[in-house]
């Protein structure tokens, strides 16, 4: 029985912190204490950081860096584009480093940050922010349940 060890059908609770290089912090669930839950090959996590879980027990710490191509990859140009100031809320004050976030046809939102604004033009960037960064994945696993259906 691999029970509280975490394979590849395993749900998992889990406290995280993610941080550059520097230590600055980029995201965590302690802020307000609320623990990641998620099932391992949902897509919550790339498989890179899936991979980092594989083997961790219940109660384990442990941290990991990852690259920027296994964390969030390179930042890809083809994501930065220019648009029009027209297209933008008139009431939103767009200032360089804005989050805005973007209708995709299919109603999911895709967020944008603001790069530079000049004139009618403004710069929106929409690749991940930690694109490009080498990240630190530092885990708390709080709980391991099996997803196998239970007799």
Same mark, same amino acid.
């Given at each position: 029985?691999?029970?509280?060890?975490?394979?590849?059908?395993?749900?998992?609770?889990?406290?995280?912190?993610?941080?550059?290089?520097?230590? #600055?912090?980029?995201? &965590?669930?302690?802020?307000?204490? %609320?623990?990641? %839950?998620?099932?391992?090959?949902?897509?919550?996590?790339?498989?890179?950081? *899936?991979?980092?879980?594989?083997?961790? %027990?219940?109660?384990? %710490?442990?941290?990991?860096?990852?690259?920027?191509? +296994?964390?969030?990859?390179?930042?890809?140009?083809?994501?930065?584009?220019?648009?029009?100031?027209?297209?933008?809320?008139?009431?939103?004050?767009?200032?360089?480093?804005?989050?805005?976030?973007?209708?995709?046809?299919?109603? &999911? *939102?895709?967020?944008? /940050?603001?790069? #530079?604004?000049?004139?009618? #033009?403004?710069?929106?960037?929409?690749?991940?922010?930690?694109?490009?960064?080498?990240? /630190?994945?530092?885990? *708390?696993?709080? +709980?391991?349940?099996?997803?196998?259906?239970?007799?």
């Amino acid at each position: 029985m691999s029970e509280n060890i975490i394979d590849a059908q395993s749900e998992v609770i889990m406290h995280f912190d993610l941080k550059l290089e520097d230590g #600055s912090a980029a995201d &965590s669930t302690r802020i307000n204490n %609320k623990p990641a %839950k998620l099932v391992m090959g949902d897509g919550s996590l790339t498989p890179n950081f *899936e991979a980092c879980l594989l083997g961790l %027990k219940k109660g384990e %710490k442990k941290a990991f860096t990852l690259c920027a191509d +296994d964390a969030f990859g390179q930042p890809n140009p083809d994501n930065v584009h220019h648009m029009e100031r027209s297209r933008f809320s008139h009431d939103l004050e767009l200032v360089e480093g804005t989050i805005v976030a973007f209708s995709q046809p299919d109603g &999911s *939102e895709v967020p944008g /940050i603001v790069r #530079s604004v000049a004139g009618d #033009s403004v710069t929106v960037d929409f690749n991940h922010p930690l694109a490009g960064q080498t990240v /630190i994945f530092d885990v *708390e696993i709080i +709980d391991v349940l099996s997803t196998e259906a239970k007799d």
